[in-house]
């Protein structure tokens, strides 16, 4: 069984720093294109950052030089640095992978982390 498992968020005041990880596990044969999806109370989740699996990377505008994505695909892992943190970054934070496994090709959803930026 494939499965995305993010961790990571937690409470943090503004200003503050997070980093964000989802591993991939299961019998996994290529990870492809990996990125974050945030989805705030009463609103529609939103594409945050994207990389490929050759590193490219793209980024929402309010988010550029905030967040970054990265990958270590030795560990299958993807991650988001947040900094400077504001509370309209609160949200539930999901990481998706596009990945082909015994099952075939498809894209994965982990079960997403709480990201909460408060006084």
């Known amino acids: 069984q494939v499965q995305l498992v993010e961790s990571g968020g937690g409470l943090v005041q503004p200003g503050g720093s997070l980093r964000l990880s989802c591993v991939a596990s299961?019998?996994?044969?290529?990870?492809?294109?990996m990125g974050w999806h945030r989805q705030a109370p009463g609103k529609q989740r939103e594409l945050v950052a994207a990389?490929?699996?050759?590193?490219?990377?793209n980024y929402v505008d309010s988010e550029k030089g905030r967040f970054t994505i990265s990958r270590d695909n030795a560990k299958k892992t993807v991650y988001m640095q947040m900094n400077s943190l504001k509370p309209e970054d609160t949200a539930v934070y999901y990481c998706?992978?596009?990945?082909?496994?015994?099952?075939?090709?498809?894209?994965?959803w982990g079960q997403g982390t709480q990201v909460t930026v408060s006084s």
């Open positions: 998706n992978a596009d990945i082909s496994s015994p099952y075939g090709r498809r894209e994965y």
């Open positions: 299961g019998n996994i044969f290529r990870i492809y294109n």
């Open positions: 990389i490929t699996s050759g590193g490219s990377t």
